[in-house]
């Protein structure tokens, strides 16, 4: 009989987290996350600049860990007896990357402003030029690319190189690097659930705070669920390769989604 749990169980313990922040964290914050949103969407010069800078460092530990968490992954695989790839839990990953990219270029862009690469505005904006929409764009594809390499390389069997290394106890094999990939894989899943808590809270609730209607809850619902098979499911898929067949580990994703969905429950 197979076992409630997986016995790699990195996934579901930031599943846990998730579902405490959406019940106590998120709630808390959820007005000063509104502000930066809304102070970014309304061209505020500081927002635009941290929040685009936030998702640079977010891309950042996204990659590094995706680099990192092949070794011990591939390691684990190869001594289980299902080593398959769900190719299909990553579908969802291009479109939250391209959307991730262009925050980065949007920070790049500000910068270049900042330092007089770029002319600005009378709002110190940088203004729209073809070169540099044209550079974004190449950056944001060559950034996506790059993902789908490293996800495409988690698939790969360890080489005969790199076995040798893991027999010799390399540190790509150890704790702290292991520690360290998921660390920046999680980093990129909880400000994505930022993004989506807000949606979701977005989509539960009517402007005026009276409650949904039954016909309006479903079509709700629907959307949300849509929202979190972008924003939390896809970054989620690396630890979904070794617990996706675990009974407890779809029960925790499960009390993750109704833990979002508290203003229409």
Known sequence: MKPF???????????????????ILFPIVSDRIDALFGAFFG??????????LLMIVVLGG???????????????????????????????SF????????????????AAGSIGIVDVGTDGSPRESQSIQIIGSLAILFLAVLEAYLIYRLSRPLTPD????????????????????DFGLFVYMIVWQVFYYQVAELLTTRADGAPLAADMKVVSLFFVAICFLLFYLAPRAVFL?????????????????????????
């Open 62 to 92: 996204r990659l590094v860990g995706l680099y990192l968490k092949r070794f011990p992954l591939q390691a684990r695989l190869s001594q289980s007896q299902d080593a398959s790839f769900p190719v299909v839990f990553f579908v969802f």
């Open 43 to 52: 061209n505020d010069a500081r927002a635009g600049q941290t929040l685009p």
């Open 241 to 265: 390769i070794e617990d996706r067949k675990y009974a407890g580990t779809w029960l925790m994703i499960g009390l993750v989604f109704l833990s979002s969905l508290r203003n229409l429950l």
């Open 162 to 181: 790199e076995r040798i290394r893991q027999s010799k106890g390399h540190w790509q094999f150890r704790f702290p690097a292991e520690f360290a990939a």
């Open 95 to 110: 479109p939250l990357i391209v959307l991730t990219a262009a925050f980065v270029m949007i920070s790049l862009t500000q």
């Open 5 to 23: 749990l997986p016995p790699n169980r990195q996934g579901i313990a930031l599943d846990l987290i998730v579902v405490v922040c959406n019940l």
